[in-house]
C-alpha cells in the first residue's frame, strides 16, 4: 500500500507489479512475495482508519484530503466533465463541436513519446484512436466514475445524462441492489446514489451488478419507447 499524503489533497493506492521491473522479476522468481487480497484489503482498511484519525478526509476511493483541498483536477474526471488529454499516452473525453460532432468522443493519443512526436510533425496530431460514445456508454461511465467518490451520484447530477431514466427506475426495484442495501454496502435515497463506509471497500465486486441494472434498465426503456 503506497501512500502520497501532505496537509492537500493525496492518494492511498496499491503498489502495481509492473512487468519488466525488477520487482516484478523478484516476485515472479520467488524471491518476494506479494500481500493476499485479505491482507491488501485489511491494509486498505487501516489506512483509511488512520488517515481518518489524522484529519483527512476520504472523497474518493483512494484519495483523502485535508481542509477542502480536494483535488479540482481529478474531480473533472469523477463527475463526467469533459476533458482533453494532450501528449503521449493521454486519453480525453469531449464533443468536438469544432469538426460538427454532436456525441462526446473518447480519444486516446499515441503512447510513445517518439512517435507521438512524429505523428503530430507528420499529421498535426498525434490522436491513435477516435470512439464515439453511445448514450449507454457514457452512462456507464458516469456510474463508474462517480461511485468512485464517497459522495457518490446524486439524482441532479444523473439527470444531466440520463433525463429519461432516474437512479431510483434503475437501481430502485434490482433485486440484487437491495441485497447491496439491506447488507448496508449501498445508500439509494432522496440524495442519490452512494457506497457506504465499509462498501467503498468492495466497490470493484459491486460496479458489474450495477452495470449489468444500468444495462437493463436502458434496454426496457428503449423496449417500451
Given amino acids: ?29 520467488g ?10 484489503a485489511e491494509m486498505y482498511q487501516c489506512a ?13 476511493v483512494s484519495n483523502f484530503a485535508k481542509n477542502n483541498s480536494e483535488s479540482r483536477h481529478n474531480l ?13 499516452g493521454a486519453h480525453g473525453r469531449f464533443v468536438p463541436l469544432g469538426e460538427g460532432g454532436v456525441a462526446r468522443e473518447a480519444r486516446t493519443q499515441t503512447l510513445e ?5 512524429r505523428e ?7 490522436t491513435r484512436r477516435r470512439i464515439q460514445l453511445g448514450h449507454l456508454e457514457l452512462l456507464e461511465e458516469v456510474l463508474v466514475m462517480g461511485m468512485r467518490m464517497t459522495t457518490g451520484i446524486n439524482h441532479k447530477h444523473w439527470e444531466l445524462f440520463s433525463p429519461e431514466l432516474s437512479l431510483l427506475e434503475i437501481f430502485g426495484g434490482s433485486l440484487v441492489v437491495q441485497e447491496l ?25 459491486m ?19
Fill in 120 to 126: 503530430v510533425r507528420q499529421r498535426g496530431h498525434g
Fill in 31 to 40: 524471491q518476494v512475495t506479494m500481500p493476499t487480497e485479505e491482507i491488501t
Fill in 1 to 29: 500500500m503506497l501512500c502520497r499524503l501532505w496537509q492537500r489533497p493525496g492518494s492511498c493506492v496499491q503498489l502495481t507489479l509492473e512487468r519488466g521491473t525488477q520487482l516484478f522479476k523478484q516476485v515472479q522468481s
Fill in 48 to 60: 483509511r482508519t488512520t488517515l481518518q484519525q489524522h484529519g483527512f478526509q476520504q472523497y474518493e
Fill in 76 to 88: 473533472s474526471y469523477w463527475t463526467g466533465r469533459q476533458y482533453i488529454g494532450v501528449g503521449p
Fill in 113 to 117: 513519446p517518439d512517435v507521438w512526436i
Fill in 207 to 225: 460496479l458489474p451488478v450495477l452495470l449489468v441494472e444500468l444495462e437493463r434498465g436502458f434496454s426496457q426503456k428503449l423496449a417500451a419507447n
Fill in 181 to 205: 442495501l439491506q447488507h448496508g454496502q449501498l445508500i439509494l435515497d432522496d440524495r442519490g446514489l452512494r457506497c457506504s463506509w465499509e462498501g467503498l471497500a468492495l466497490l470493484d465486486s
